[in-house]
């Protein structure tokens, strides 16, 4: 049921905004759509917005609740209820801090692009991961598949934010570090330690 939810999310992207929707898509491996994207400043609760933020909830939130072990879900729909539930508040929760400190203290274009270019990766992320949740939950159910493909969209994610903002970055690489540790890294061990 779940699975059909996030076909069904990819095809009104795919049907209200062909074109953006291929631009997410393929964003790893082609230069300049997220870049162009971040100079046009989109709307954040645009319905093309709404659509792709839902998709990426519910895979990441699929993602988690497919690494819960089974003698940890006793009711299905509830425990995934609760994961959805996490996994929406605390990017909602991300978003809005990333929104209200560019804003509040008007920050420059370069760290709006960093945040656009975050956001706009992880999109990608999702839209790459759910085949792979597809995969793993209906054939190849392998941990270190699951793990490893994962950890390489990570991976992909984090090399193309940096490249892409590698002078804001080195220009201010403590604040960076420390960032990268409070708001991408801490949440992932925060998960692991959930889990076990």
């Known amino acids: 049921m779940l699975f059909l939810v996030g076909f069904i999310l990819l095809f009104f992207m795919k049907l209200y905004k062909p074109s953006r929707f291929l631009g997410y898509s393929i964003s790893f491996f082609t230069r300049g759509f997220i870049e162009k994207r971040a100079e046009e400043k989109p709307a954040i609760f645009s319905t093309f917005h709404v659509l792709i933020f839902s998709f990426c909830a519910l895979t990441l939130s699929l993602f988690v609740y497919t690494l819960i072990p089974d003698n940890q879900t006793k009711n299905n729909l509830i425990s995934y209820v609760y994961v959805i539930l996490f996994t929406f508040i605390y990017l909602i929760i991300r978003r809005l801090i990333d929104y209200s400190f560019s804003k509040l203290l008007d920050l420059s274009n370069y ?39 994962f950890l390489i969209l990570i991976a992909i994610r984090f090399g193309l934010v940096f490249y892409n903002n590698k002078k804001l970055i080195i220009k201010h690489l403590f604040y960076f570090i420390l960032y990268l540790c409070a708001l991408e890294i801490a949440p992932l061990f925060i998960i692991l330690k959930i889990l076990k």
């Open 111 to 149: 760290v709006r692009y960093f945040i656009f270019t975050k956001v706009g990766y992880l999109y990608t992320l999702s839209i790459w991961l759910f085949p792979i949740l597809i995969a793993y939950n209906y054939g190849y159910k392998n941990n270190y598949f699951l793990w490893g493909s």
